[in-house]
T-cell receptor
Framework: QKEVEQNSGPLSVPEGAIASLNCTYSDRGSQSFFWYRQYSGKSPELIMSIYSNGDKEDGRFTAQLNKASQYVSLLIRDSQPSDSATYLC????????????FGQGTTLQVKP | DAGVTQSPTHLIKTRGQQVTLRCSPISGHKSVSWYQQVLGQGPQFIFQYYEKEERGRGNFPDRFSARQFPNYSSELNVNALLLGDSALYLCASSLEGRVFTEAFFGQGTRLTVV
């Protein structure tokens, strides 16, 4: 079992729709979770961090964390073609060192 | 403010050679981590350094080594290069190393081993 799992996709949504990206993790002691966006050929860009159960909103992005279910999600409202990228979910394990554990990423395609 | 800077951006090496990659963190950040990302996969943790000390090491062979300098910049060295070392090498900078804070990536170094 991978420590952080994501569906690789591609996830295809029409422009203006809500894109829902999901991630599960195996280390129940994980405390910190992050979503990175990575355009093809570029490095990951941090877009959201979440540490507590519930929702955290930032503009068109909402991160959701459910520690009981070991589940993290990212919602992108009013999706734009410029949102087309790979979205990486990452956690910091229970040791809380500087090690980020990444999923393999979900490719999102927003079609005009 | 300058972000995380890595050099070089691209590199082509021959099998068996050695390579050194460099990273300068965001000003004020004391922790630097290195990751390897192969095509189609998420980044894999190689090392973390905080205040010039190694804080963590991932599951990579001893051919991989790193260090952090007094100005918090860092170098990643890879000896005896293999074709499988071809990847995007990412440096991440964060404020602290004892309690994890948000990490920001540089643009990466694309290493091709031929």
């Amino acid at each position: 079992q991978k420590e952080v799992e994501q569906n690789s996709g591609p996830l295809s949504v029409p422009e203006g729709a809500i894109a829902s990206l999901n991630c599960t993790y195996s280390d129940r002691g994980s405390q910190s979770f992050f979503w990175y966006r990575q355009y093809s050929g570029k490095s990951p860009e941090l877009i959201m961090s979440i540490y507590s159960n519930g929702d955290k909103e930032d503009g068109r992005f909402t991160a959701q964390l459910n520690k009981a279910s070991q589940y993290v999600s990212l919602l992108i409202r009013d999706s734009q073609p410029s949102d087309s990228a790979t979205y990486l979910c990452a956690s910091v394990g229970s040791s809380n060192t500087g090690k980020l554990i990444f999923g393999q990423g979900t490719t999102l395609q927003v079609k005009p | 403010d300058a972000g995380v800077t890595q050099s070089p951006t691209h590199l082509i090496k021959t099998r068996g050679q050695q390579v050194t990659l460099r990273c300068s963190p965001i000003s004020g950040h004391k922790s630097v981590s290195w990751y390897q990302q192969v095509l189609g996969q998420g980044p894999q943790f190689i090392f973390q350094y905080y205040e010039k000390e190694e804080r963590g090491r991932g599951n990579f062979p001893d051919r991989f080594s790193a260090r952090q300098f007094p100005n918090y910049s860092s170098e990643l060295n890879v000896n005896a290069l293999l074709l499988g070392d071809s990847a995007l090498y990412l440096c991440a900078s964060s404020l602290e190393g004892r309690v994890f804070t948000e990490a920001f990536f540089g643009q990466g170094t694309r290493l091709t081993v031929v």
